[in-house]
T-cell receptor, first 114, second 110 residues
């Protein structure tokens, strides 16, 4: 069975500081990995995805994530936080064949302090 | 091209009432799912379908029924609503390497 663990239910950073949101996965087969963002009272928007190509994946709004098989990790980073980045972020895993639903972590709420 | 649509956006029910949450897609993908989102719990899978006539249970199926008669539609039924079903419900459509979400239905059960 696949699972995702997001370390830290709430992360707070200062505006302009590095954003690091942690995601570790468990999967018995090579995975696809995803990061979604949810702004207050809105739906889910895909930030970026790893689908077995380059291990460093660039997404929207300046975010990127690196797939590290040896560490079973897919941490999300952004060099400089902006107030508009305040949102909830979800990491998700699935198999590469597309035969299983995405399994989500519990989410990390990012606050950005002026 | 609407993508994934959900109705209603908001709903208030009394305990014991029944209702159907509607989900429709115009993306022509076979794979559809229903999730519920609760604070601190992330998104939990309720039911999913890999095509018309085929459905299966997810992590939290109790209290919910689904059926899939067409590729486009995947309704979620609450037969007898309970306060524990107060949540935000998302329908999703999966291509092989991406999943698209509807805007959600916020359900309150009193």
């Amino acid at each position: 069975a696949q699972s995702v663990t997001q370390l830290g239910s709430h992360v707070s950073v200062s505006e302009g500081a590095l954003v690091l949101l942690r995601c570790n996965y468990s999967s018995s087969v090579p995975p696809y990995l995803f990061w979604y963002v949810q702004y207050p009272n809105q739906g889910l928007q895909l930030l970026l995805k790893y689908t077995s190509a380059a291990t460093l994946v660039k997404g929207i709004n300046g975010f990127e994530a690196e797939f590290k098989k040896s560490e079973t990790s897919f941490h999300l980073t952004k060099p400089s936080a902006h107030m508009s980045d305040a949102a909830e972020y979800f990491c998700a895993v699935s198999d590469v064949a597309g035969n299983t639903p995405l399994v989500f972590g519990k989410g990390t709420r990012l606050s950005v302090i002026a | 091209n609407a993508g994934v649509t959900q109705t209603p956006k908001f709903q208030v029910l009394k305990t014991g009432q029944s209702m159907t949450l509607q989900c429709a897609q115009d993306m022509n993908h076979e794979y559809m799912s229903w999730y519920r989102q609760d604070p601190g719990m992330g998104l939990r899978l309720i039911h999913y379908s890999v095509g018309a006539g085929i459905t299966d249970q997810g992590e939290v199926p109790n209290g919910y029924n689904v059926s899939r008669s067409t590729t486009e539609d995947f309704p979620l039924r609450l037969l007898s609503a309970a306060p524990s079903q107060t949540s935000v419900y998302f329908c999703a459509v999966r291509s092989y390497n991406e999943q698209f979400f509807g805007p959600g239905t916020r359900l309150t059960v009193l």
